[in-house]
């Protein structure tokens, strides 16, 4: 209010002394009267000019100090209830606020600070030009080094490591092998590309996940050796029990000098053959096992779908005849590519196709779909959909094990075959099935 009052005053004194002047002016005053009041109405705008910015200069500077994040300024209340007062009072009450959000930031900072450095996985924020921000101690004690000023110094302590880090976009991940001094790590490496005030970093992240590939490979030959020892004692006990049987039966008529009847020949004939047959099918056994532990190395070529698709259509064509099976075949777009090992993935899904025809084939409804896509990752998508009865829960989750198998004169190996050559390629075999409405295999290929 004082303001207010002190500022109206000095206008209203102006507008009185220019009045004058030109009152003076219009009445032919003399040069002396004239330029007196001339002088007065300059020093008048003066004075004006001089409160206001007396006034202003505070919240000027008070505008600076929030600037240059200064919230330690205080300025002096009198109590005296001018307006210089209260102004002085909001100053100080503003700048304690903006003080106290500063203090919780940096309180909040330093929280984060100190989880993001204890965290058991390793972390690593860096700039798109490599400059690296954070590097937690985990990331430390991962890499066996105390500080990582560029993210390319990384390629000296593992070359594939750095490559993976660099090439790696938001939601990618690969597994890489370092050597530590304390042995060899299974490093599983995730990225993630972030924007913050227009500044583009990458956020990675470490996991040395050896003790848990170790723990399942160990679970893993612990299932291989029950599987292998279940199957080879069905097979090798009949054959003992068998050939114990004929060998004694021998023995007794060598012993005894006794004559060989004809009904006997035919029973050794007999047991012998299934020995024979026995012994087929434990060799058979063997060399699905063999084939399971063999997977080549993919050979990468461009395979048009519609091509690769119509050849499956005329490989299965007169299964699907025979049987009533309406096949049916989408690909968008039609021209889609995929780079992939031609022979591998069309493997992959003739042992599908052939699953499929098995589902359907005693159903109402008997139709087999494949259809090939690219998602909204930039993904390939390859689909086998069947109208079959679908699979019981228990066996889906083991359908991908070695052996395993839910027809009576199926070996159990095309299903995790296939998903040994979709992780050769990078890819992934993925199931979903209900009861009573079907299944879908999904083939996934990553861009």
């Known amino acids: 209010m004082d303001y207010k009052i002190g500022l109206l005053g000095r206008v209203f004194v102006l507008a009185l002394s220019l009045f004058f002047l030109a009152y003076i002016i219009g009445n032919d005053a003399g040069v002396f009267a004239i330029s007196l009041f001339i002088i007065l109405t300059f020093v008048q705008l003066i004075l004006l000019i001089r409160y206001a910015e007396s006034s202003f200069k505070k919240v000027r500077q008070f505008l600076d100090n929030i600037k240059q994040n200064n919230y330690a300024t205080v300025y002096p209340v009198k109590f005296d209830g ?15 606020k903006l003080k106290e959000d500063q203090l919780e930031k940096e309180a909040n900072f330093q929280y984060f600070r100190t989880v993001f450095q204890h965290l058991s996985i390793g972390l690593i924020t860096f700039e798109a030009d490599g400059s690296v921000q954070i590097l937690n101690t985990a ?14 110094e990384i390629s000296g302590i593992n070359k594939e490591l750095y490559q993976a880090i660099d090439q790696l976009r938001t939601g990618g ?88 009847e004809q009904d006997d020949l035919q029973d050794y004939q007999m047991g012998i053959s299934t020995i024979e047959k026995r012994s087929e099918g434990l060799i058979n056994f063997v060399s699905d096992f063999r084939s399971l532990a063999h997977v080549p190395l993919p050979k990468f070529t461009a395979i048009n779908l519609k091509e690769l698709f119509d050849r499956l259509d005329i490989l299965f064509q007169n299964q699907n005849e025979a049987k009533s099976i309406q096949f049916i075949k989408t690909i968008h777009p039609t021209n889609l590519l995929l780079f992939a090992d031609c022979s591998l993935i069309e493997q992959v899904l003739i042992n599908l ?27 390939i998508i390859i689909e086998l959909e069947d109208s079959g009865k679908g699979i019981e829960e228990e066996a889906l989750n083991k359908i991908f094990i070695p052996f395993f198998t839910t027809k009576q004169k199926g070996s159990g190996i095309g299903l995790s075959l296939s998903k040994q050559i979709m992780r050769r390629h990078k890819g992934n075999l993925q199931v979903k099935s209900k009861i009573g409405e079907g299944t879908v295999f999904k083939l996934i290929f990553n861009a």
């Open 82 to 96: 001018t307006e210089t007062d209260d102004l002085h009072i909001e100053f100080n009450a503003i700048l304690a």
């Open 139 to 152: 990331a430390k004690r991962m890499l066996n080094i105390d500080k990582l000023s560029h993210i390319r």
């Open 173 to 260: 991940s690969e597994l890489i092998k370092i050597a530590h001094p304390d042995g060899i790590m299974q490093l599983s490496v995730y990225a993630i590309e972030l924007v913050l005030r227009d500044t583009k970093f990458k956020l990675v992240s470490l996991q040395n996940i050896q003790s848990e590939l170790e723990e399942k490979e160990m679970e893993a030959w612990q299932n291989l050796i029950r599987v292998l020892t279940h199957e080879i004692m069905n097979s090798i006990a009949p054959i003992s029990s068998l050939a114990a049987t004929i060998s004694t039966d021998l023995k007794d008529k060598i012993n005894n000098k006794g004559q060989v």
């Open 353 to 379: 196709v052939q699953n499929a025809i098995h589902a359907v084939e005693e159903t109402p409804i008997k139709k087999i779909t494949l259809r090939a896509f690219i998602d909204d990752n930039g993904k």
